[in-house]
């Protein structure tokens, strides 16, 4: 997987590909879609959700370039995936999920890894975790109709956040890195193309 589908796209930082060959990918995957886990392409879960393309994995991880030393915030759980790779990145991982059993099911698959540095909050991650920040990097793992300001806020200076921005069907993955103290003084990179499920929040889309 890594070497036909990551490498061979690009990817090149070191840390990520060795974390996306340690972290086994069929673990976070129903037992039914087993012979699937290492296919480029994102896999559904409970709940109407998704685990993310590898690639897509990658190519968030990357993006942020983790030394090992940072404190991260992730926003959407989901099957945990993500997360594991972001905990062997970084020194500590704060991660939102906004649906329970998802939220149980990825801690129990992160401690059978030792992932030990990832704290999970149940709740609606567009709001953040404002008591933890800053942070060195964000990475949200839904699309979301703007960038939300709160997670601007809670974003080192420069540091990253990496968010799929767009409708519900299609966005564009956008990296923002936090130039100064001021919020709106950002530098913004475009990452392609990307499809993810909602961000539901006060400040992502609503239910309906």
């Known amino acids: 997987m890594v070497d036909a589908q990551i490498r061979a796209r690009g990817i090149a930082d070191q840390r990520v590909l060795r974390a996306m060959e340690k972290i086994p990918r069929h673990l976070f995957i129903d037992a039914g879609l087993i ?6 392409s994102a896999l559904p ?9 590898p690639y897509i994995v990658a ?19 989901g099957s945990g995936y993500q997360t594991a790779i972001l905990a062997e990145l970084a020194d500590q ?29 149940v709740g609606d ?8 920040s800053p942070f ?11 960038v939300p300001r709160t997670l601007i806020e809670q974003l080192a200076v420069g540091g990253s956040l990496v968010v799929p921005v767009g409708s519900r069907h299609s966005q564009n993955l956008l990296k ?9 003084d950002l530098r913004r ?9 909602d961000l539901i929040g006060e400040h992502g889309w609503n239910h309906s």
């Open 176 to 184: 923002l890195t936090r130039l100064s103290a001021n919020p709106d």
């Open 125 to 132: 991650g567009t709001y953040g975790w404002r008591e933890e």
């Open 59 to 77: 190519l968030m991880s990357a993006a942020v370039a983790l030394t090992g030393k940072e404190k991260v915030l992730e926003i959407g759980t």
């Open 136 to 146: 060195a990097a964000i990475v949200v793992t839904a699309g979301a109709p703007q």
């Open 45 to 53: 879960i409970d709940r109407q959700q998704t685990i993310s393309q």
């Open 35 to 40: 012979d699937q886990a290492y296919n480029d």
């Open 189 to 197: 990179e475009e990452l392609g193309g990307c499809r993810f499920v």
């Open 93 to 121: 991982v704060f991660s939102i999920e906004r649906i329970a059993v998802l939220a149980n099911r990825a801690r129990k698959a992160l401690d059978a890894l030792n992932c030990y540095n990832v704290a999970i909050r």
